[in-house]
């Protein structure tokens, strides 16, 4: 499967809700919408100058699908538990062309900043 469509978010966290925003996020591809078969690429990173701020890149097969994925109802929810954590954010969509990404030290507790 190929990646159509990306999307990349910056959010800065509420107070004292950085590692919730983290730990929520990272359940993504198990209980949230980047589970979705169609999501091929999803990223969690922290800012390493700024603790609260933290970066999300998604890779789909296509828009239509992380739109589609995106409209159930229950992505929705997992959408607004992230909401609550979140005091400002940034959304941009694009098209990604290549790369690498080799995650695997990611996995560990040093890896999140905490």
């Known amino acids: 499967m190929n990646i159509e469509y990306g999307f990349q978010a910056t959010m800065t966290?509420?107070?004292?809700?950085?590692?919730e925003l983290v730990d929520l996020l990272l359940s993504g591809p198990t209980v949230g919408p980047s589970a979705h078969e169609g999501c091929l690429v999803f990223l969690v990173s922290r800012s390493a100058a700024h603790r609260d701020v933290v970066h999300l890149v998604e890779g789909w097969v296509s828009e239509q699908v992380h739109h589609g994925v995106f409209d159930d109802p229950e992505s929705q929810g997992y959408i607004a538990r992230c909401a609550e954590l979140v005091?400002?954010?940034?959304?941009?969509d694009f098209v990604p062309l290549g790369g690498k990404a080799n995650l695997a030290h990611?996995?560990?507790?040093?890896?999140t900043g905490r």
């Open 87 to 92: 005091a400002d954010s940034q959304y941009t």
């Open 13 to 19: 966290a509420k107070e004292g809700k950085a590692d």
């Open 106 to 111: 990611a996995t560990s507790p040093s890896a």
